[in-house]
């Protein structure tokens, strides 16, 4: 079996040979430095580039794997992939642990009035009439109930929060009080004082929140988007932060990136930005190879079926 790598691993790589001494490793910095004869024989592929498009997989005859190094599979050509019959894993979960953490960043940064602190500091104001609140009791509602969702919600147990989901069919997940189906949403989202987007991007959520969800939810709402931009255009959420129907917004995706310096979100004063970093982690190539070796594993043993992470491409996700 020959896997190719169109990233370096670091010290994985060697992991990699020394778990699979029979398994032929190639490792790239890139795609566009790929040899074209050697992803001709590749069994499987290791990337995240959007360079891995059709034209690119074409050159890759005998491909039957590919071990997609990011969550979002939304670039990929889902269809042609699906059509050559080729087994698509991602990494998710991987992200779980420091997304969580980004999300009670932004919380926390808004309910502790920190901005508000530091503006304070920079002016040399000894400013001790701040009046931070407490999350203690608050209610958090997320929009996808996966791995990422399921982690933030041990920690906002933690902060003694009230959790509620929303998924495709209402199903129960793993640490929330309560789950709602996504048709419901809007009759629940006066619940929440933080509502928090970590959905895929597939067919069925581009623009999925429109100006009507906003409108139902309450003016005090915070809302944080860690999973991607296009779940809502720009232009409606300018519009929710600038007629306040929601108070704030945390935002590390977008519906264009990189976000132009000419978006009006850079002019609000409700809005606190960060550039897709939520993430990004030293430890992402280790927890992703983590993965890789067990479906190695399951090749190894002529076990396809039971891939870790597998992605059902007509879904996107």
Avoid at 64 to 93: C, D, H, S
Avoid at 125 to 149: A, M, Q, R, V, W
């Amino acid at each position: 079996m020959k896997v190719v790598t169109l990233m370096r691993l670091r010290d994985q790589e060697e992991r990699l040979k020394e778990t699979f001494p029979n398994i032929e490793f190639t490792f790239y910095k890139h795609p566009d430095v790929a040899d074209e004869k050697v992803l001709e024989k590749a069994d499987v592929l290791v990337s995240y580039h959007t360079e891995v498009n059709e034209t690119f997989l074409d050159k890759c005859k005998n491909i039957k794997l590919i071990a997609w190094f990011a969550t979002g599979v939304n670039q990929l050509p889902l269809e042609y992939i699906r059509e050559r019959n080729i087994k698509l894993t991602n990494a998710r979960g991987v992200h779980a642990i420091q997304i969580a953490e980004f999300i009670f960043a932004y919380i926390l940064n808004d309910i502790k009035v920190l901005k508000q602190s530091y503006e304070s500091q920079k002016r040399k104001e000894f400013n001790h009439k701040l009046n931070p609140e407490s999350i203690n009791d608050k209610t958090i509602l997320f929009i996808g109930t996966g791995k990422i969702p399921q982690r933030t919600a041990e920690v906002a147990k933690a902060f003694n929060m009230k959790v509620i989901g929303i998924n495709t069919t209402g199903h129960e997940a793993l640490g929330f009080d309560e789950v709602y189906s996504i048709e419901e949403r809007r009759q629940v989202y006066k619940k929440a004082d933080f509502v928090v987007n970590v959905l895929p991007e597939t067919e069925d959520t581009i623009h999925l929140l429109k100006t009507e969800d906003f409108k139902q939810m309450k003016d005090s709402t915070h809302f944080i988007n860690v999973g991607r931009g296009s779940v809502v255009s720009e232009a409606v959420l300018i519009e929710a932060l600038e007629n306040k129907e929601i108070r704030y917004a945390s935002l590390d995706v977008f519906e264009e990136e990189p976000l132009s310096p000419t978006s009006q979100l850079y002019d609000l004063d409700n809005v606190f930005i960060t550039a897709h970093i939520t993430g990004n982690d030293k430890n992402n190539i280790k927890r992703s190879t983590d993965i890789l070796v067990k479906n190695l594993n399951l090749i190894n043993n002529e076990d396809v079926e039971g891939l870790f992470n597998e992605v059902k491409s007509k879904a996107g996700y």
